[in-house]
Nanobody, 125 residues
Framework: QVQLVESGGGLVQAGGSLRLSCAVSGRTFSMYAMGWFRQAPGKEREFVATINWSGGSTDYADSVRGRFTISRDNAKNTVYLQMNSLKPEDTAVYYC??????????????????WGQGTQVTVSS
């Protein structure tokens, strides 16, 4: 069983930065593409960023491209989301997710096999 635990959320002023971490249990972390998603109150869960198994390929939602950076450390079984220039509209619960694939990444929620419990990010104006 794969377990994902997010950390690093919190309250920050607009223009500030946060770094989210997602620690993944198990010895097969490098078999998974990883993704970050977010869900604001009353809204559907939406794609933020994804990274392939090696870290060599990334993809971002238009709303965060140029401000957020996804990365991973396979030796530490951890994926990160560096968030800069935060805006109030970035306020949401952020979830990391794992997808069994060494060939692709995805923006689609249902294609991910495992999910963390989420971490709250609140950006004040």
């Amino acid at each position: 069983q794969v377990q994902l635990v997010e950390s690093g959320g919190g309250l920050v002023q607009a223009g500030g930065s946060l770094r989210l971490s997602c620690a993944v249990s198990g010895r097969t972390f490098s078999m998974y593409a990883m993704g970050w998603f977010r869900q604001a109150p009353g809204k559907e869960r939406e794609f933020v960023a994804t990274i392939n198994w090696s870290g060599g390929s990334t993809d971002y939602a238009d709303s965060v491209r140029g401000r957020f950076t996804i990365s991973r450390d396979n030796a530490k079984n951890t994926v990160y989301l560096q968030m800069n220039s935060l805006k109030p509209e970035d306020t949401a619960v952020y979830y990391c997710a794992a997808m069994r694939s060494r060939t692709t990444t995805s923006r689609v929620v249902r294609e991910y096999n495992y999910w963390g419990q989420g971490t709250q990010v609140t950006v004040s104006s």
